[in-house]
Structure formats: C-alpha cells, structure tokens
C-alpha cells in the first residue's frame, strides 16, 4: 500500500489576476487606437465669411501711408516711456543673493 502525500495547493488570486488582465487589456487597446488606428477625417464646409478673408489677404500693406495719414497724426502720445524687456531671474544662478 503506498501513501499518497500531495502538497498543499496555494489558492488562485483572482482578484490581482483579474486587475493585471483589465491593465493589459487598456494597454493593448490604448496602442491600437493610438498608433494603428487611421483618424476619421471631418470634413468641413467653408463658410462664405472665410473666402472673404482670402480676399482681404491679397490686399497690399502700407505702413509708411498709415504714419503719415491725419487720422493717426491727431492721436496724442500720454508718456515718453519705451517699453524694456527684462531677463527673467540672475546672471548666476548658482550665486548666493547679496544682503542689503
């Protein structure tokens, strides 16, 4: 007569086993439709209002006619100031800030 000694079988964590298929699952499909899927095209009418701005693109720019028009010689300049443009943070970074 022999004696039939088995192991002890570990239960089935269906739980994390469950989870790990539904992360492989959003991956699988997150890489379809991110890399292999065509998009659909939508296709849009031009509205009249967009040809116009065709037309307005083709028109010729005179700055100097501007300068010189009456219309803006009669605005009134409200200070001298030019406006600066400043360097954002320290010319050394890796300088400790000085007292004062």
């Known amino acids: 007569m022999a004696i039939v000694i088995e192991e002890e079988r570990k239960p089935v964590n ?6 790990i ?8 499909f997150g890489s379809y439709f991110l890399f292999f899927k065509k998009p659909e095209l939508i296709e849009v009418v ?9 037309r307005i693109s083709q028109l010729s720019f005179d ?5 010189s028009s ?3 010689q009669s605005f009134r300049k409200y200070t001298d100031a030019v ?3 400043q360097t954002p943070g320290r010319d050394n970074p890796f ?3 000085q007292s004062q």
Do not use: D, N, Q
Request: hydrophobic share 60%; no cysteine.
């Open 95 to 97: 300088a400790f800030p």
């Open 21 to 28: 298929a539904i992360v492989l699952l959003v991956v699988f």
């Open 83 to 85: 406006p600066r443009t």
């Open 46 to 54: 031009v509205p009249t209002e967009l040809k116009e701005v065709s």
């Open 63 to 67: 700055p100097e006619g501007i300068m």
């Open 70 to 72: 009456p219309a803006f």
């Open 14 to 19: 269906w739980f994390a086993l469950a989870i």
